[in-house]
């Protein structure tokens, strides 16, 4: 599989007036405490990293996104920004890669985190294909970053004052090094704070440069109130653009930084859309696994034994669940709704099997799968024996020897989606 990594519109200028990106909120707990950063708040008209209107769970990410993507089709990016940071919360992260790389192999993956604890998972990203990381280096010397960092969490210790920013300043070069070695492409952001860090900048540029970073965003500090750093003022556009053109000697620079929320959709400078928090809401308010509400899998089949029926040609549905013995036993059949109708059929499909995760079928038009998609039923399309590919689904084993490798429609065309079946 080959990544368009020229699509990521934070990662090259070209790309951000067509391609979309989404954060997916996973990672509520962060491991350091920056003096300038507060993640108490929750306005839809604030726009900086550490705010989001809802936390999801990994399965929840994965329904929002279902769901994102219908409404916004252009998205080309995933990533994961927080609210916290992503390795303080490394199962949820790591999960939500898995199940979006799975379901959207094409899609770009990123990730922006402090560094403290990326290390450690940088061979998984790669084995993921995660394509662009960013790190957030506001300092090389201890010294720097102890203004700048109140404490660091790692490995269950707390540290403080030069120990904390020396702990973090060497984690963060290392995991830079090796992301680099790793063949991922890697931006650096550095936060410019008068007084603090704003003559500091350029050796900052300097030394991510040596270490093979890709792209430097040098973004203003954004002052916000109940942070130690409340009485700082934001640097002048003057500031901000000097030191800009110093660094540029070492790397380029991205200059349309947007600032986003941990739950940023669309296009970058965009606000988030009221359907789409409305979806964001909706994921949220699902259980952590949609499996305890949806415990079936709904399969399409002429005798039974085979997946061997496409959705538009099905009269009735087999339902089947897990036994407390782990075996998969038919729970019902389900009468599909009248052909025709066009959406409003699937739809009630929908409807009819609102208990169920899964769908499996020998082939389905675009139109039906959006709608199921965006119902929370995933739409697979499989060729083989049923209790097979079921055990597979229910146990969450890799299927690609079941996949069909095309999804031509029985009688000779592929299916319209119109809801009128073969005839």
């Not at 079936?296 to 034994?305: C, F, P, R, T």
Request: charge should be negative; include cysteine.
């Amino acid at each position: 599989m080959t990544l368009n990594i020229a699509n990521h519109p934070c990662f090259n200028d070209a790309s951000r007036h067509k391609f979309g990106r989404i954060h997916l909120p996973v990672a509520p707990k962060c491991n350091i405490q920056c003096n300038y950063c507060s993640r108490k708040f929750d306005c839809m008209n604030e726009n900086r990293p550490g705010v989001t209107s809802k936390v999801l769970s990994p399965q929840q990410a994965l329904y929002y996104l279902d769901q994102a993507m219908v409404l916004s089709p252009n998205i080309a990016v995933v990533g994961i920004a927080g609210p916290g940071d992503p390795f303080a919360n490394p199962d949820e992260t790591m999960e939500t890669l898995r199940l979006v790389r799975e379901k959207y192999p094409e899609m770009l993956l990123c990730v922006a985190t402090n560094g403290l604890d990326l290390l450690p998972w940088i061979d998984e990203l790669a084995r993921l294909q995660v394509s662009h990381v960013t790190i957030t280096i506001n300092a090389i010397d201890p010294e720097v970053g102890a203004e700048v960092y109140a404490w660091v969490r790692y490995k269950k210790k707390m540290y403080r004052d030069i120990d904390a920013a020396r702990l973090l300043i060497k984690n963060q070069l290392e995991s830079l090094k090796k992301l680099k070695e790793a063949g991922v492409t890697a931006k650096v952001n550095s936060i410019i704070i008068p007084g603090i860090n704003d003559t500091h900048v350029i050796a900052v540029a300097s030394k991510v440069a040596e270490l093979g970073a890709d792209i430097l965003n040098c973004l203003p500090y954004y002052n916000t109130k109940e942070t130690l750093f409340e009485n700082i003022a934001e640097p002048s556009v003057d500031m901000v653009t000097e030191i800009q053109r110093a660094t540029s000697e070492f790397l380029p620079q991205m200059k349309h930084c947007a600032r986003c929320r941990a739950d940023a959709v669309g296009i970058i400078g965009e606000i988030n859309t009221e359907e789409m928090m409305q979806k964001l809401a909706e994921a949220a308010a699902m259980p952590k696994n949609p499996a305890e509400s949806r415990p079936y899998i709904a399969v399409s089949s002429i005798e039974g034994v085979l997946i061997n029926q496409h959705l538009g040609e099905a009269d009735r549905f087999l339902v089947y669940g897990l036994s407390a013995s782990g075996e998969c036993v038919l729970i019902d059949s389900r009468t599909a709704p009248p052909a025709g109708g066009g959406r409003e059929r699937w739809e009630a499909l929908a409807d009819t099997l609102n208990d169920c995760r899964a769908l499996l079928v020998n082939g389905a038009g675009d139109s039906p799968k959006k709608v199921m998609t965006a119902k929370g039923i995933d739409v697979m399309v499989l060729e083989g024996v049923i209790e097979e590919a079921l055990y597979g689904v229910f146990n969450g084993q890799d299927l690609k020897h079941l996949m069909k490798s095309s999804q031509i429609h029985a009688c000779g065309s592929s299916c319209s989606g119109t809801g009128g079946g073969c005839g």
